[in-house]
């Protein structure tokens, strides 16, 4: 797998994982947040066993609707998913990333203050989880990226 990091435009790294120059797969474009605790702990998702990386735990978030932009669709997303109201977030990084099936683009917010009190609204497992930990979980290949840059390498 090759990583790159490249730096843009306020501050948000783009991150390309395993993405050959040229792909014929139409890149879906997905909001995700990761979300911190006054703890300092990460919310994850497990995946459902019928979803794409089934069983792969990952940081909250879904597709962008067409026409939506990244913040309402991670708003939207997080509030369906996982039951929050996202309060204050940042860009942070963009991840491109290619599936055997499908190629994905992660636009990754860091969650800074949230309402609510995360749960698994769509019947998922979730929990809260220290950084130095997240490599101890299965993960979607895409989500390596993410853990590599919070844990700084």
Known sequence: MIFALVVRARN????????????????????VGVVFNAQGQILV????PWQHQGECW????????????VENALKRELFEEVGIQVLHHEPWLEVAHDYHDKAVLLQVHKVISFQGEPRGC?????????????TSLTLPQANEAIVKALRGK
């Open 122 to 134: 769509e019947g998922q497992l979730v929990q809260w989880i220290s950084p130095d930990k997240l």
């Open 12 to 31: 948000i790294n783009i991150v390309m994982a395993n993405s050959p120059k040229e792909n014929s797969l139409s890149r879906i474009k997905v909001a």
């Open 45 to 48: 998702a497990k995946r459902r």
């Open 58 to 69: 990952e940081f909250p978030g879904g597709k962008i609707e067409p026409g939506e932009t």
